[in-house]
């Protein structure tokens, strides 16, 4: 298996293929955009909210397809999640992207370890938990507010 076939491994594939969540969300109260210049990578992320768990996650956008299958991935994982849980879930990741054990449990996000070997990638894989970060901002930013 060459270096690449292992990095687009079948999960990933799949996920490129056949994205999930996929497409602009007018109903979405929480937005935010994410852009990777490096790699030409660009994401627009949507949820809505129940209260404190993420009800629905969505993406769109265009760039590589690691860039692609990661957001597809990161609207699956992080749907009906909290919030906290959702952000936790992201730190996690980047902890295995870094080559650190991971703090939880990442389930499908696993398969994207062998990224960790591309640093190139790494932007590419974390755009969507970035824009995700940025998304959630603005209800943080009310919680912590209060006590
Ligand atoms: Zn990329």
Same mark, same amino acid.
């Given at each position: +298996?060459?270096a690449? %076939?292992?990095?687009?491994?079948?999960? $990933?594939? #799949?996920? @490129?293929? @056949? /994205?999930r969540?996929r497409?602009?969300?007018?109903?979405?109260?929480? @937005?935010?955009?994410? %852009?990777?210049?490096?790699?030409?990578?660009?994401?627009?992320v949507?949820?809505?909210? #129940?209260g %404190?768990? $993420?009800?629905?996650a &969505?993406?769109?956008?265009?760039?590589?397809?690691?860039?692609?299958?990661?957001?597809? +991935? +990161?609207?699956?994982?992080v !749907?009906?999640?909290?919030?906290? %849980? !959702?952000?936790?879930?992201?730190? &996690?990741? =980047?902890?295995?992207?870094r080559?650190? /054990?991971?703090?939880?449990?990442?389930? #499908?996000?696993?398969?994207?370890?062998? $990224?960790a070997?591309?640093?190139?990638? $790494?932007?590419?894989?974390?755009?969507?938990?970035?824009?995700?970060?940025?998304?959630?901002?603005?209800?943080?930013? =009310?919680?912590?507010?209060?006590?």
């Amino acid at each position: +298996m060459s270096a690449l %076939e292992e990095l687009y491994q079948d999960l $990933i594939l #799949d996920h @490129h293929r @056949h /994205p999930r969540n996929r497409g602009a969300c007018a109903a979405c109260a929480q @937005h935010a955009r994410g %852009e990777n210049p490096l790699c030409g990578d660009s994401l627009e992320v949507g949820l809505t909210l #129940d209260g %404190e768990r $993420i009800a629905t996650a &969505s993406f769109d956008g265009h760039g590589c397809a690691i860039s692609q299958a990661s957001a597809s +991935m +990161m609207t699956e994982a992080v !749907a009906g999640r909290t919030v906290e %849980e !959702a952000l936790a879930l992201g730190a &996690s990741l =980047r902890a295995l992207l870094r080559g650190e /054990p991971p703090a939880g449990d990442l389930g #499908d996000l696993q398969a994207l370890e062998g $990224i960790a070997r591309f640093p190139v990638r $790494i932007k590419c894989a974390l755009l969507a938990w970035t824009t995700l970060e940025q998304a959630l901002a603005a209800t943080l930013g =009310r919680k912590e507010a209060s006590p």
